[in-house]
């Protein structure tokens, strides 16, 4: 399908990040949500954890940069056939990348059903 637009897709992505719990929203220490269009590497990947997980910090990481959540919209849109679609794979998405942040791998995420 055609690129959702930019606007409509970074709705789909907040209302994503409404649906995860405040108790776990609340524990997103230093992490910032990004949409980008495709990641220059690889530009397949639906979405990107850049940093360091709750359970790798050490007492060293206070005034760190903060962690990105990359969510790339032209990737998503390639791999749904409507905006439904691509309101679904963005909280797979978004839930699965918050996932990398408490330090859940992609075996654990998997056996969870999150793809």
Not at 25 to 32: G, P, R, S
Not at 34 to 45: A, I, Q
């Given at each position: 399908?055609?690129?959702v637009?930019?606007?409509?897709?970074?709705?789909?992505v907040?209302?994503?990040?409404?649906?995860?719990?405040?108790?776990l929203?609340?524990?997103?220490?230093?992490?910032?949500v990004?949409?980008?269009?495709?990641?220059?590497?690889?530009?397949?990947?639906l979405?990107?954890?850049?940093?360091?997980?709750l359970?790798?910090?050490?007492?060293?990481?206070?005034?760190?940069?903060?962690?990105?959540?990359?969510?790339?919209?032209?990737?998503?849109?390639?791999?749904?056939?409507?905006?439904?679609?691509?309101?679904?794979?963005?909280?797979?998405?978004?839930?699965?990348?918050?996932?990398?942040?408490?330090g859940?791998?992609?075996?654990?995420?998997?056996?969870?059903?999150?793809?």
């Open positions: 399908m055609r690129p637009p930019v606007q409509r897709f970074e709705e789909l907040a209302d994503a990040l409404d649906e995860v719990p405040p108790e929203m609340a524990l997103l220490d230093n992490v910032v990004l949409v980008e269009d495709r990641n220059p590497d690889e530009p397949d990947l979405g990107l954890y850049e940093g360091y997980a359970t790798e910090r050490g007492w060293d990481h206070s005034g760190a940069l903060p962690d990105r959540i990359m969510i790339y919209r032209e990737a998503i849109c390639d791999v749904c056939e409507d905006e439904d679609q691509v309101a679904e794979e963005v909280t797979v998405t978004v839930v699965h990348e918050i996932a990398h942040h408490f859940i791998d992609d075996d654990k995420l998997h056996a969870l059903g999150w793809g």
